[in-house]
């Protein structure tokens, strides 16, 4: 038999009462110790090696990359499993959980990003300009549990369904940005886009929700770039953040260029 146990947080938090993941693993080890039980953790700040590795200890399975995503055929057990994290998830969580607030974490990254004397400081200014628009067009939302970091690599796919991985972000959020960062994140094209929406939804797409969807697309590749601009700061990985700023900023640039002519 298997099971598994979500932690809010990674390590102890000064500013936040949660349990972590750190402290609940020791606790485990302990309760349940080798060679009778085999324990695993994961988690976002791990090595993509390492989390593959402890993943297939957990599920025999095929992870996801980006081409399975855009694959049409595949759309409706990904927005079924999209569907059930969106409206059953808050069912099975005790008391309290975070909000993931894209335009909020934007603003928390600039902040990070001056604390730190990036490089990116003279731009810091037309980011948070342009993150104000994004947010005001969003609007008014429907708010749901979301996961927040649909890269490929989050899905497994063991033959009978697909596991969703990697819930660092995880937290109540709005149905939008799910869908955009779905999209953002594995380069779904136009028409591909437009029945994600439909499907999702149920309806045909106006106007008005393809230019809310479409400014939450935007959010997503930004804050995407603004995060790889603080790992450039602070993160102790053997990984070219610089290039992988310059890309998502690049396509950031290229969406809002289209979001601006909606």
Not at 5 to 31: A, T
Not at 111 to 130: A, C, D, H, V, Y
Not at 187 to 205: A, N, S
């Amino acid at each position: 038999k298997q099971i598994y146990i979500v932690y809010p947080l990674i390590q102890e938090s000064e500013k936040m009462d949660y349990k972590d993941l750190m402290d609940g693993y020791e606790s485990l080890v302990r309760e349940f110790p080798l060679p009778d039980y085999r324990i695993s953790i994961v988690h976002g700040q791990m090595k993509p090696k390492d989390k593959d590795f402890e993943m297939q200890r957990f599920i025999e399975g095929k992870t996801l990359v980006e081409e399975d995503l855009r694959d049409s055929t595949n759309l409706g057990k990904v927005l079924s499993l999209l569907n059930k994290c969106h409206r059953e998830m808050p069912q099975h969580l005790p008391g309290s959980t975070l909000i993931f607030w894209v335009f909020q974490v934007i603003r928390g990254y600039a902040k990070t990003l001056r604390e730190g004397n990036s490089r990116m400081i003279p731009q810091l200014q037309t980011f948070l300009k342009i993150n104000a628009n994004l947010e005001n067009t969003v609007g008014a939302i429907d708010l749901c549990f979301g996961h927040n970091d649909l890269l490929a690599g989050n899905f497994i796919d063991d033959g009978r369904r697909l596991w969703l991985i990697d819930w660092d972000y995880a937290g109540f959020n709005s149905p939008l940005f799910d869908l955009a960062n779905l999209a953002s994140n594995n380069e779904f094209p136009e028409i591909l886009e437009q029945e994600l929406l439909e499907m999702y939804f149920e309806q045909t797409i106006s106007a008005d929700l393809w230019k809310r969807y479409f400014a939450m697309k935007c959010a997503s590749l930004l804050r995407e770039a603004m995060w790889s601009m603080v790992s450039e700061i602070h993160s102790t990985l053997d990984f070219d953040y610089v290039k992988y700023t310059t890309d998502n900023l690049e396509r950031f640039e290229i969406t809002f260029a289209q979001f601006e002519k909606l």
